[in-house]
């Protein structure tokens, strides 16, 4: 075993030894090989590099468009009678075997240079193939396009080399394109922003799709998930880490990334299935896939295999898949089934898009018989306009400088910085760094059957449309693509969670333990030593909310016993993720916590010992019948009988009296409120030096001293619900400031006694407290919203209430009031006066009845007579002076 050991430690310090030495001599002087394959070129031949991987579908078409970039431009111009080369290297679409073959490579030509024995190159290339795994792997992409370049630069000549549609791979050839002079234009869309400073040879001809992670997150916005898994590709060593703009995006929706989880290129089978069993087992079921189109299919064939693609799963891709799908071969499109994509959109209305793609499609099929004719996509487009600016780069170069011995690879990087014209792309413009203008349209595709299909559009600022062409309708949602194909289940809309197999991520709720009325929070301890017990009105409005939201949200109640401004200070350091209770929202609280939309009105009243008034509806209701009864009575015929007279001038009295009292307390109603003298206003309140009561562990205490002005010596603080009518009716506060949501509970229990009055003031109502910027918050009000809308709340609120005997007229109308028993004395006259007049009628009918007059006396009987009889005296004075 020492043996073995020291040779295993000989042998890693030997091929660390080869590999600097390598790499080494990439950044001096050209060794003795180089030296002898390095040819004297002519000026005015144009020699370019071209490394694409071309054992796949994607580098078949780019290499494809880049020979006809150059055909189409040299083509169209007869003068420029120049000899083109274009140099093509595979990069491989194995970068384990490619690096075995490379590293091999290297060893010859260090043998070469060194004399050493074949036995030694032998050793080197088994240790390389037995070691791969754990040393080889993480520099495999250095040694598989290094070398090609470097072949490209010394042997070919290489004006500038196009292609590395792999960001990393572009990468290890940065240095060499500085030191060389030579352009290395990228075909990547992932440019880190520092990369020109550091290496000014190196650029991207592909435009900038940092915009695609809005188009995600706004897919995710507009179904309304919460939580997100990102899956991406960790490859670069020098600035290893997920793109910062799929963070900050996701973010700007409200959602919340429940993992992150990174690959490398080289992540075997077992590890990929390990970390999405462990994805599997958690609540989220929406992933966002993030890496090349390589490592995107051995992750979704392992998802296929382990159940993930079925229903409730939501998958989402990136450009750099999407782009690449109609490469993929029948296998690997059957395991993403379902899959929404988002790839960069290019139009190709114009007659020259159109006349490409017809080219195209004719030479791809020339030269590839047997295999798929797919359309071109983004990263084809792209490499044809990158050669085309190299091409025209050049073509401004040697107008210039003519056909020189010396070339100078500063003056064509200038040149080509300065490149201007329309391609298949857009306006092809680089900026001072190497940049082109951004993608700010996307196309949002649906994997279905054996392609995928055109969904529509997202632009940036406007949102998704159906067409890009004016006149378009755009919206926020995306309902109006139509029809998502999902995975599993096709045509309902996935939820985007589960239930957790695993309860790991459940939230910490604070619940107080000091409530006032217990009726809306009510802890008590189980007395078989188990959890506590939970319950009231504000616990069962939070269940009825979480019922409502768009996901399973696990959490455990968690007892406090403090203060309710101390209990939310707990969720400013963490130590809950949210309170529920009778939580009042008022300022000072809302700098440790935000609360979600209230479920309980807002204000402050005071309760008071007796004062009652009577209900409008039988006030109003009184008051018109009387007086239009007394209206209608005053128009009545002429009055012939004194008995009539008098009862009628008696119930005219009685009318007066009822019409200008209701009149009196209707106007008392509806102007002013009316004041027990004994209880008068908070001012009097203030001044005569009373005591009031409010709740101990409520902010009210401070808003009394503070706000209002009250003494802290005359604030007398209640610890439980009963102390306020024992205070009440003693005498010992001569009133008590509670919130409103307790009125109503309170008066219920204590209707025959107490009453409101006063002002109501204003605060927050009563809501949930969660940390700041919590993507459970906005689902939190929003379902809070429909709890009182679909008439849950109320219900809620009268089972409350319905335990108690007063009903809701008495609560609010049991006042003294003006009713029949006020005017019982004016009644019992007006019917005894009506009574009397009536018997007098009576008694003279039946006298006049039992003494019947002679037959002359009828004959000349006149009812005026009567009124002559009845008025004489009257009269004899009236007419006396004219007698």
């Given at each position: 075993?020492?043996?073995?050991?020291?040779?295993?430690?000989?042998?890693?310090?030997?091929?660390?030894?080869?590999?600097?030495?390598?790499?080494?001599?990439?950044?001096?002087?050209?060794?003795?090989?180089?030296?002898?394959?390095?040819?004297?070129?002519?000026?005015?031949?144009?020699?370019?590099?071209?490394?694409?991987?071309?054992?796949?579908?994607?580098?078949?078409?780019?290499?494809?468009?880049?020979?006809?970039?150059?055909?189409?431009?040299?083509?169209?111009?007869?003068?420029?009678?120049?000899?083109?080369?274009?140099?093509?290297?595979?990069?491989?679409?194995?970068?384990?075997?490619?690096?075995?073959?490379?590293?091999?490579?290297?060893?010859?030509?260090?043998?070469?240079?060194?004399?050493?024995?074949?036995?030694?190159?032998?050793?080197?290339?088994?240790?390389?193939?037995?070691?791969?795994?754990?040393?080889?792997?993480?520099?495999?992409?250095?040694?598989?396009?290094?070398?090609?370049?470097?072949?490209?630069?010394?042997?070919?000549?290489?004006?500038?080399?196009?292609?590395?549609?792999?960001?990393?791979?572009?990468?290890?050839?940065?240095?060499?394109?500085?030191?060389?002079?030579?352009?290395?234009?990228?075909?990547?869309?992932?440019?880190?922003?520092?990369?020109?400073?550091?290496?000014?040879?190196?650029?991207?001809?592909?435009?900038?799709?940092?915009?695609?992670?809005?188009?995600?997150?706004?897919?995710?916005?507009?179904?309304?998930?919460?939580?997100?898994?990102?899956?991406?590709?960790?490859?670069?060593?020098?600035?290893?880490?997920?793109?910062?703009?799929?963070?900050?995006?996701?973010?700007?929706?409200?959602?919340?990334?429940?993992?992150?989880?990174?690959?490398?290129?080289?992540?075997?089978?077992?590890?990929?299935?390990?970390?999405?069993?462990?994805?599997?087992?958690?609540?989220?079921?929406?992933?966002?896939?993030?890496?090349?189109?390589?490592?995107?299919?051995?992750?979704?064939?392992?998802?296929?295999?382990?159940?993930?693609?079925?229903?409730?799963?939501?998958?989402?891709?990136?450009?750099?898949?999407?782009?690449?799908?109609?490469?993929?071969?029948?296998?690997?499109?059957?395991?993403?089934?379902?899959?929404?994509?988002?790839?960069?959109?290019?139009?190709?209305?114009?007659?020259?898009?159109?006349?490409?793609?017809?080219?195209?499609?004719?030479?791809?099929?020339?030269?590839?018989?047997?295999?798929?004719?797919?359309?071109?996509?983004?990263?084809?487009?792209?490499?044809?306009?990158?050669?085309?600016?190299?091409?025209?780069?050049?073509?401004?170069?040697?107008?210039?400088?003519?056909?020189?011995?010396?070339?100078?690879?500063?003056?064509?990087?200038?040149?080509?910085?300065?490149?201007?014209?329309?391609?298949?792309?857009?306006?092809?413009?680089?900026?001072?760094?190497?940049?082109?203008?951004?993608?700010?349209?996307?196309?949002?595709?649906?994997?279905?059957?054996?392609?995928?299909?055109?969904?529509?559009?997202?632009?940036?600022?406007?949102?998704?449309?159906?067409?890009?062409?004016?006149?378009?309708?755009?919206?926020?949602?995306?309902?109006?693509?139509?029809?998502?194909?999902?995975?599993?289940?096709?045509?309902?809309?996935?939820?985007?969670?589960?239930?957790?197999?695993?309860?790991?991520?459940?939230?910490?709720?604070?619940?107080?333990?000091?409530?006032?009325?217990?009726?809306?929070?009510?802890?008590?301890?189980?007395?078989?030593?188990?959890?506590?017990?939970?319950?009231?009105?504000?616990?069962?409005?939070?269940?009825?909310?979480?019922?409502?939201?768009?996901?399973?949200?696990?959490?455990?109640?968690?007892?406090?016993?403090?203060?309710?401004?101390?209990?939310?200070?707990?969720?400013?350091?963490?130590?809950?993720?949210?309170?529920?209770?009778?939580?009042?929202?008022?300022?000072?609280?809302?700098?440790?916590?935000?609360?979600?939309?209230?479920?309980?009105?807002?204000?402050?009243?005071?309760?008071?010992?007796?004062?009652?008034?009577?209900?409008?509806?039988?006030?109003?209701?009184?008051?018109?019948?009387?007086?239009?009864?007394?209206?209608?009575?005053l128009h009545g015929e002429k009055l012939h009988s004194n008995l009539s007279r008098m009862a009628m001038a008696v119930w005219l009295f009685v009318a007066l009296?009822?019409?200008?009292?209701?009149?009196?307390?209707?106007?008392?109603?509806?102007?002013?409120?009316?004041?027990?003298?004994?209880?008068?206003?908070?001012?009097?309140?203030?001044?005569?030096?009373?005591?009031?009561?409010?709740?101990?562990?409520?902010?009210?205490?401070?808003?009394?001293?503070?706000?209002?002005?009250?003494?802290?010596?005359?604030?007398?603080?209640?610890?439980?619900?009963?102390?306020?009518?024992?205070?009440?009716?003693?005498?010992?506060?001569?009133?008590?400031?509670?919130?409103?949501?307790?009125?109503?509970?309170?008066?219920?229990?204590?209707?025959?006694?107490?009453?409101?009055?006063?002002?109501?003031?204003?605060?927050?109502?009563?809501?949930?407290?969660?940390?700041?910027?919590?993507?459970?918050?906005?689902?939190?009000?929003?379902?809070?919203?429909?709890?009182?809308?679909?008439?849950?709340?109320?219900?809620?609120?009268?089972?409350?209430?319905?335990?108690?005997?007063?009903?809701?007229?008495?609560?609010?109308?049991?006042?003294?009031?003006?009713?029949?028993?006020?005017?019982?004395?004016?009644?019992?006259?007006?019917?005894?006066?009506?009574?009397?007049?009536?018997?007098?009628?009576?008694?003279?009918?039946?006298?006049?009845?039992?003494?019947?007059?002679?037959?002359?006396?009828?004959?000349?009987?006149?009812?005026?007579?009567?009124?002559?009889?009845?008025?004489?005296?009257?009269?004899?004075?009236?007419?006396?002076?004219?007698?």
């Amino acid at each position: 075993m020492p043996k073995r050991a020291g040779e295993m430690h000989a042998i890693h310090c030997l091929y660390i030894f080869l590999f600097i030495l390598v790499f080494s001599s990439s950044n001096g002087t050209s060794n003795a090989l180089d030296d002898a394959l390095e040819k004297r070129q002519l000026d005015c031949k144009l020699s370019l590099g071209v490394v694409v991987d071309y054992t796949s579908l994607a580098g078949k078409k780019e290499k494809l468009a880049l020979e006809m970039a150059l055909k189409d431009f040299y083509g169209r111009r007869t003068s420029l009678r120049l000899n083109v080369t274009l140099h093509v290297r595979n990069s491989r679409g194995d970068p384990i075997g490619a690096a075995s073959s490379v590293v091999a490579c290297w060893v010859l030509v260090f043998r070469g240079a060194t004399g050493f024995s074949k036995r030694m190159g032998f050793v080197v290339v088994e240790v390389c193939r037995m070691q791969r795994t754990q040393m080889v792997a993480p520099i495999l992409p250095q040694a598989s396009c290094v070398h090609p370049a470097k072949t490209l630069i010394k042997k070919h000549h290489a004006r500038a080399i196009i292609g590395f549609r792999a960001w990393q791979e572009a990468v290890f050839v940065a240095q060499l394109g500085n030191e060389s002079q030579v352009p290395i234009v990228s075909l990547s869309n992932e440019v880190p922003p520092w990369a020109f400073s550091q290496w000014p040879f190196l650029g991207s001809a592909a435009r900038n799709v940092h915009a695609q992670m809005k188009a995600v997150a706004a897919i995710i916005q507009s179904w309304q998930w919460r939580q997100v898994n990102i899956i991406y590709e960790d490859f670069n060593p020098v600035a290893s880490g997920i793109n910062p703009n799929i963070i900050t995006a996701i973010q700007e929706v409200d959602a919340k990334i429940n993992e992150l989880v990174a690959f490398s290129p080289f992540s075997p089978y077992a590890y990929i299935s390990k970390k999405l069993e462990s994805l599997k087992n958690g609540q989220c079921r929406v992933f966002i896939v993030h890496t090349s189109i390589t490592l995107a299919t051995k992750i979704f064939k392992e998802a296929n295999e382990m159940g993930m693609m079925g229903k409730d799963f939501v998958w989402i891709t990136t450009n750099d898949i999407t782009s690449q799908i109609d490469s993929l071969n029948a296998s690997s499109i059957t395991s993403i089934q379902g899959v929404l994509g988002v790839k960069s959109y290019f139009s190709t209305s114009n007659k020259g898009s159109k006349d490409f793609q017809s080219r195209f499609e004719d030479m791809f099929r020339s030269q590839y018989p047997n295999g798929l004719l797919p359309k071109p996509g983004a990263s084809t487009l792209q490499a044809y306009d990158a050669a085309w600016a190299v091409a025209l780069a050049h073509a401004a170069y040697l107008k210039s400088s003519g056909c020189v011995d010396k070339w100078n690879g500063q003056e064509l990087l200038e040149k080509l910085l300065k490149t201007k014209f329309e391609g298949l792309t857009g306006l092809f413009s680089f900026s001072t760094e190497w940049k082109l203008a951004p993608i700010h349209i996307f196309q949002i595709v649906n994997v279905a059957g054996k392609s995928y299909r055109k969904l529509g559009y997202w632009t940036e600022g406007l949102g998704f449309s159906k067409s890009i062409h004016k006149p378009s309708i755009y919206n926020k949602s995306m309902n109006l693509l139509g029809q998502v194909i999902w995975p599993g289940s096709p045509w309902s809309m996935p939820k985007g969670w589960a239930i957790p197999t695993n309860h790991s991520h459940r939230l910490k709720i604070g619940v107080p333990t000091g409530s006032t009325f217990r009726e809306f929070v009510n802890v008590t301890n189980d007395h078989h030593g188990g959890n506590p017990i939970i319950n009231g009105f504000s616990i069962e409005v939070f269940k009825s909310t979480l019922a409502l939201l768009p996901y399973h949200l696990p959490y455990d109640f968690i007892p406090f016993d403090g203060t309710y401004d101390s209990l939310v200070e707990q969720v400013h350091i963490k130590h809950f993720d949210a309170v529920v209770g009778d939580i009042a929202i008022v300022s000072n609280r809302c700098e440790d916590a935000e609360f979600s939309q209230p479920y309980a009105e807002s204000g402050l009243q005071r309760n008071h010992h007796p004062n009652f008034r009577g209900s409008v509806r039988n006030q109003i209701g009184t008051m018109l019948s009387l007086s239009f009864t007394t209206l209608f009575s005053l128009h009545g015929e002429k009055l012939h009988s004194n008995l009539s007279r008098m009862a009628m001038a008696v119930w005219l009295f009685v009318a007066l009296v009822i019409t200008q009292s209701f009149t009196a307390s209707l106007t008392s109603l509806l102007t002013v409120q009316r004041i027990d003298p004994k209880k008068v206003d908070v001012e009097t309140l203030i001044k005569s030096g009373a005591k009031v009561g409010c709740d101990a562990n409520s902010f009210v205490v401070k808003y009394l001293e503070v706000v209002v002005g009250f003494d802290p010596n005359n604030i007398k603080r209640m610890r439980t619900e009963d102390d306020y009518p024992q205070a009440l009716m003693s005498g010992e506060i001569a009133a008590a400031f509670v919130e409103v949501p307790y009125v109503k509970m309170y008066l219920a229990k204590y209707c025959d006694g107490f009453t409101t009055s006063g002002p109501t003031f204003k605060v927050g109502g009563f809501g949930f407290a969660f940390a700041r910027s919590s993507p459970y918050l906005p689902d939190i009000s929003k379902a809070v919203l429909k709890v009182s809308e679909s008439g849950k709340l109320q219900e809620l609120e009268c089972s409350l209430n319905s335990s108690f005997n007063c009903s809701t007229a008495q609560l609010v109308y049991n006042h003294d009031s003006l009713g029949i028993n006020s005017f019982w004395g004016l009644f019992v006259i007006t019917g005894g006066t009506s009574t009397i007049a009536l018997l007098i009628f009576i008694f003279h009918y039946v006298w006049e009845r039992w003494y019947q007059p002679s037959c002359d006396e009828q004959q000349h009987h006149n009812p005026a007579n009567d009124e002559l009889l009845m008025f004489r005296p009257e009269m004899e004075n009236q007419y006396q002076p004219y007698l």
